[in-house]
């Protein structure tokens, strides 16, 4: 079976359009399953009906004109249900609808399953039969099987498709994704792309022959210096004949094998990478469809060569690529590193594909400030590159060739955001104090980027989150002792008197060392924050030391250790801690300043740690809760996985009642406590906040001025009795409905503005 269900994805990933997939897809799955006729219905729901789009068995006339009601006929019932129907004698289903038009008269043995991508349900997968049986249980596997392996395929396919009609017609296409920093940015996208495939990119042609010629000819001979570089570098470590295949390689290079196909397909106006394609695509086939299991292995090295020649190609029109004025990043996964190399004058937007608005480099825009969406499923990238484009993270959607109507939209929209921000910042420094009389301390969390903290430093109350491990993440080995002292001693001094929260390394996770690369197959679970530095002492020794020296003078540093599980390992890191303060006022003892102690605390980002806070009293000076990850770990959702990314959400009764459970304990206790996690930033959460006794929130810079205005205009008697409200409810949905309707009674409706944007009309694909 999963040879059969590999042959047939393979084939309907290369055909270049939807029409050629599904001819290609019912005719594998009619031949798989040996059967008469195999049929493919698509949903359109902007008529609420299925469309047949392919068959082999019925009348091929009806294709793309018959259509059966979402509730009609036996496929609509496979779709309401979204499980197969398995029948020997469709007919006598009450059911069934008699379609002259399809001529299915002759068949009575009937099998469907539903096409379901991303919990929708695409279309219905039919076969059926002129002898009345019921289909096996093998083939009724294989045909969910293979409609669970090829829906995100016939996804993409369809969503290409589109694009392409739309282009033709110029109408707008919406994609949805998830809204990861909020705001609108106007401009053409840019597409980054680490991993380079022939599956990655449609088929387009050209205008200069010469040119694409010239640039084929310059990517084989890249490729071969490629081959030679490669040769030499084994030749002390392996034998001449296992050398041999560089010098085949460079054969299937020549003109005769490759260079003359793939200039005739340039000739006959493809450009040089979809006649790479082209060319190479046939090649392997032909070997596939070879008996010799030596000569169908061919196949694996035609591709590899046809890949670096195309790598080749990419970086070439790459290295001739300007960043535009409004540029719209696009990635697969965006990463800290895609981010950076882009002018920060000119980067106005961030689409990711894969990956959750939750993520590191998530967390990362959004300090930024720059809009971003994450999570846009099945966007064909290179489609995109170069096209104008409206990114609405308010609402997750991105507007791909928008018309001049909507442009003119999004720029109003743009310009009240705007005057929405001034009215934020107006109040920048007045004190974060509510209607009546209670003060809130508002921190920054900083540290990701590196170049503007310093510069945030104005109308705060100090760091409630220093993220050192930014830092570590942007060097290309472990910083020195002497350069962490550098640069803490230079934050310490920008944000003084303020106190700076310094948290101490946290790697792991989706925050990685390239110079340290750990590989789990569980990172989240894994080997992170304190357990990273206790197995390292030595670097974990090394770090302390460099905020203590760095303290020296200031006295504005306090140490929050993340990841703890457990009292002893409080312990332990207490214990390095006090080594290195022993150790350095030994060498300090002649000079002029001297080493203080800072106050210690933890972060309660674990489950476990939440139920110790009666120890965490008598062993440490603060806490701090990390709403992200305790929201992770109480869900169980890896809050980087886009496929889950909806599951994540704080406002889940279940995070809210853990998190009022803390404060209630912590000032049982005595126990100072803050919150440093995504939630303070947004004024919804930052209102439940204080209502449950959190007096220390700690958010993005761009976030704070948002926070303090609500926060001003309101008084926390009310606050309490909305949190009473949303501790009984069931669900997120209703909490956050709660807070809503509790913002607009207040006359605060601009805050919904802020935080969800604007609905329109435009479709969605």
């Known amino acids: 079976m999963l040879a059969v269900l590999r042959q047939i994805a393979e084939a309907v990933s ?21 059967t008469e006729c195999c049929s493919v219905y698509f949903a359109d729901y902007s008529q609420d009906d299925f469309v047949l789009m392919a068959t082999e068995g019925l009348n091929p006339s009806a294709v793309g004109n018959f259509r059966i009601g979402f509730t009609e006929g036996l496929v609509g019932l496979v779709a309401q249900r979204e499980e197969p129907i398995n029948l020997a004698f469709a007919q006598t289903h009450p059911r069934f609808m008699l379609a002259p038009e399809v001529k299915e008269d002759n068949y009575n043995a009937f099998l469907a399953v539903p096409i379901v991508h991303q919990k929708k349900v695409m279309g219905v997968i039919v076969v059926q039969q002129k002898i009345a049986r019921v289909f096996t249980q093998d083939e009724e ?13 016939l996804a993409l396919v369809e969503i290409k498709e589109l694009l ?10 919406c994609l949805k994704g998830l809204s990861g920093a909020p705001g609108i940015a106007i401009g053409h996208a840019f597409v980054v792309m680490p991993k380079l495939d022939f599956a990655s990119f449609e088929s387009q042609k050209c205008q200069s022959v010469s040119a694409e010629i010239a640039l084929f000819k310059q990517a084989v001979s890249a490729t071969r210096q490629d081959f030679n570089h490669m040769s030499v570098q084994l030749s002390d470590n392996v034998s001449s004949e296992t050398r041999a295949v560089f010098q085949v390689y460079q054969n299937l290079l020549d003109a005769k094998s490759l260079g003359n196909s793939v200039e005739r397909e340039i000739n006959a106006g493809w450009c040089a990478k979809s006649a790479l394609k082209i060319v190479i695509e046939n090649l392997a086939n032909q070997f596939l469809a070879m008996q010799d299991e030596y000569l169908r292995e061919r196949a694996i090295d035609i591709k590899d060569i046809g ?55 998530s967390i990362l825009t959004r300090a930024l400030g720059i809009p971003a969406i994450w999570g846009v499923s099945e966007l064909p990238l290179l489609q995109v590159d170069g096209k104008e484009v409206i990114l609405d993270a308010y609402a997750g959607r991105l507007y791909i060739s928008p018309s001049s109507m909507l442009l003119r939209e999004y720029t109003q929209i743009k310009k009240q955001e705007g005057l929405l921000h001034d009215q934020f910042e107006s ?21 990701l980027e590196l170049s503007s903290d310093l510069a945030s430093a104005n109308f ?6 220093y993220r050192t491990e930014a830092w570590f993440m942007q060097k290309n080995a472990f910083p020195t002792q002497a350069e962490q002292e550098a640069w803490y001693r230079q934050v ?3 944000y003084y008197p303020s106190p700076v929260v310094m948290r101490t390394l946290d790697i792991g996770g989706d925050k990685m060392l390239s110079y340290f ?26 770090q302390l030391k460099a905020m203590l020296k760095a303290n020296a003078g200031l006295g504005n540093l306090k140490i929050l250790f993340p990841m703890v599980t457990d009292v002893s390992e409080v312990s332990q890191a207490k214990r390095l801690l006090e080594r290195a303060y022993y150790e350095l006022e030994d060498e300090w003892s002649d000079e002029f300043y001297t080493i203080e102690m800072p106050e210690v605390g933890v972060m309660l980002e674990v489950p476990s740690s939440v139920f110790l806070i009666p120890e965490w009293a008598e062993k440490v000076d603060f806490c701090s809760v990390g709403s992200n990850d305790l929201t992770q770990y109480l869900l169980a959702v890896d809050r980087t996985n886009a496929r889950v990314a909806e599951l994540f959400n704080p406002y889940h009764p279940a995070v809210l009642r853990v998190l009022n459970t803390i404060a209630a304990q912590c000032q049982q206790f005595e126990l100072p406590f803050s919150l440093c996690g995504e939630l303070a930033a947004d004024p919804e959460g930052a209102i439940l906040l204080v209502a449950m006794g959190y007096r220390s929130l700690s958010m993005n810079p761009g976030s704070i001025n948002q926070v303090k205005w609500a926060l001003r205009r309101l008084e926390v008697r009310f606050m309490e009795d909305l949190l009473a409200e949303c501790l009984m409810q069931p669900s997120a949905i209703l909490v956050q409905r709660l807070v809503r309707n509790f913002i607009v009674e207040h006359g605060l409706s601009q805050l919904l503005y802020t935080c969800h944007g604007l609905n329109d009309p435009i479709k969605s694909v």
Request: glycine share 6%; with cysteine.
């Open 492 to 494: 310490l001094s920008a």
């Open 141 to 153: 596997s294989l045909l969910v099987t293979l409609s669970a392996q090829l829906a995100s395929q």
């Open 307 to 361: 890949l670096r020649v195309l790598h080749h190609l990419h970086d070439t029109e790459q290295a001739h690529k300007t960043y535009p004025e409004n540029t719209i990043l696009v990635a697969d996964v965006l990463t800290p590193t895609m981010l950076a190399e882009v002018p920060r004058e000119k980067i106005a937007g961030v689409i990711s594909v894969s990956g959750a608005a939750n993520s590191h480099a």
């Open 164 to 173: 392409k009609q739309d282009e033709i017609t110029h109408q707008t296409s």
């Open 460 to 465: 705060m109350d100090g760091v409630g989150l």
């Open 14 to 34: 290369q055909q270049p359009d939807l029409t050629s997939s599904l001819k290609c897809f019912v005719s594998s799955v009619r031949h798989a399953i040996n």
């Open 427 to 447: 109040e920048h420094h007045l004190a974060a104090e509510t209607l009546d009389g209670e003060h809130v301390k508002l921190l920054v969390n900083a540290g």
């Open 517 to 542: 690369d750990v590989k789990e197959e569980n990172p989240f679970l894994g080997w992170r924050g304190v357990r990273v530095s206790l197995d390292h002492p030595e670097l974990f020794l090394d």
